[in-house]
């Protein structure tokens, strides 16, 4: 098949973006990704195996107006034109959309072309935007953009419209079928990684002290100021400051109130933010934890998809540290490698932070999440989830 991605932020680079189309290149398809084009890039480009049709290159256009202009919003004539456009040129069979906002796009060109049209759902937006406006301090801009119910009336109106859904884990799956989407239209492509990304690699647990790694955006969302309020308890309880160190990697608009956060409570010798890092840098501080964090705040946003990094931290044989959102935990539970803390509640984060001390523990754990990710969550088999999605749509 000839397929063209809709991505709605500027390409490169995505994770999963960049995972499932060169997937599908290997399985013997032809991709193109249409991508934003905030940061000015070649109109069009081709990397490695995929080609690029990015929006048109406005220098000319002051910011803020080109900002505007690159919206995904899905009545934009830009966006429209330039899906058109590569679905013409590349004489695509089938449109993916990567998330909500640009499906009725694809729809539009469904209705005047006849192309097959799949969403991959990656995040779940009425929950998402109902989560963010419960813990963050939206703009008046933001919550009309971002309105929850807006969001589930669209998505309501498009999803029978919508011939394929990708989705990322069983709770996303479910949430569709109760919506009447038929099973058969419904294919779990999840957020996992290839077996060989720390090249077999695994952590071997020794001694007492902790060394936490968080890899990720920084929001209000992920609780990071429960895992920073946890140290301080923790070390309240008797634990010196020298027997933790918690690496946070990343970057997002909750950066300024951890670091006040972290001066506040005097954690700073433990409790490192170090921004955004190079791919190498970060395999290095995976390399050098023992305990993989995940302290998120339980919600409907993160009830209904699956961090990859959980998939990551398994696989490096890091115990997964982890709140009681209901993929991760039921994940971690049923693979014995990490450990549940109860929402919101910091005593227990330190008190389970004193359990991973353990070095036997940590390697019990670890060594199981290894083991699962290597048996059972790993992008080979998601994969072939890909590959039989992608036959539903085409039979022979």
């Known amino acids: 098949m000839n ?14 973006v960049e995972k499932i189309a060169l997937a599908l290149t290997e399985q013997g398809h032809s991709v193109t990704i249409v991508s934003r084009n905030l940061d000015q890039r070649p109109e069009k480009e081709t990397i490695d195996t995929l080609k690029l ?3 048109p290159r406005l220098e000319l256009v002051p910011l803020f107006l080109r900002k505007l202009l690159n919206l995904p919003l899905w009545f934009s004539p830009i966006w429209i034109l330039t899906i058109l456009r590569a679905v013409r040129q590349e004489n695509a069979d089938l449109i993916i959309v990567r998330d909500l906002p640009l499906v009725r796009s694809a729809l539009v060109i469904k209705r005047l072309l006849g192309t097959k049209v799949a969403l991959d759902m990656a995040e779940v937006y009425p929950e998402m935007y109902a989560s ?10 933001q919550r009309l953009l971002k309105n929850p119910k807006v969001a589930e009336r669209y998505e309501s109106a498009v999803l029978p419209m919508i011939d394929h859904t990708l989705v990322m884990i069983e709770e996303s799956r ?3 079928l109760r919506k009447s989407i038929a099973e058969d239209r419904v294919t779990i492509v999840s957020n996992t990684p290839p077996t060989d990304k720390f090249r077999g690699v695994v952590h071997k647990h020794t001694g007492t002290n902790l060394r936490l790694v968080y890899v990720g955006f920084i929001t209000e969302l992920r609780g990071l100021d429960l ?20 690496d946070i990697v990343g970057k997002g608009a909750s950066k300024p109130k951890l670091e006040r956060l972290i001066a506040k409570l005097g954690v700073a010798n433990s409790v490192t933010i170090h921004g955004w890092l190079s791919q190498e840098r970060v395999n290095e501080l995976m390399a050098e934890a023992n ?57 227990d984060i330190a008190e389970k932070l ?43």
């Open 291 to 347: 305990v993989g964090s995940l302290t998120y705040r339980v919600c409907g946003h993160w009830n209904h998809t699956i961090p990859n990094k959980i998939f990551d931290y398994m696989l490096a044989g890091l115990p997964v540290l982890a709140t009681e959102v209901t993929p991760i935990k039921r994940i971690v539970l049923q693979e014995n490698c990490g450990l549940i803390c109860q929402d919101l509640d910091v005593t």
């Open 354 to 396: 004193e359990r991973l001390r353990d070095p036997e523990l940590r390697q019990l754990l670890g060594d199981n999440g290894y083991q699962a990710v290597r048996r059972t969550w790993n992008w080979d088999r998601d994969q072939k989830h890909l590959s039989t999605a992608m036959d539903s749509l085409f039979p022979s």
């Open 227 to 246: 895992l920073i309020e946890a140290v301080a308890k923790y070390i309240e309880r008797g634990n010196t400051a020298d027997t933790i160190k918690v």
């Open 174 to 176: 479910d949430r569709l």
């Open 53 to 55: 049709h990015r929006l």
């Open 132 to 141: 963010t406006a419960l813990f963050s301090g939206n703009s008046l801009a």
């Open 3 to 16: 397929i063209v991605f809709v991505y709605k932020e500027d390409y490169p680079w995505d994770v999963r």
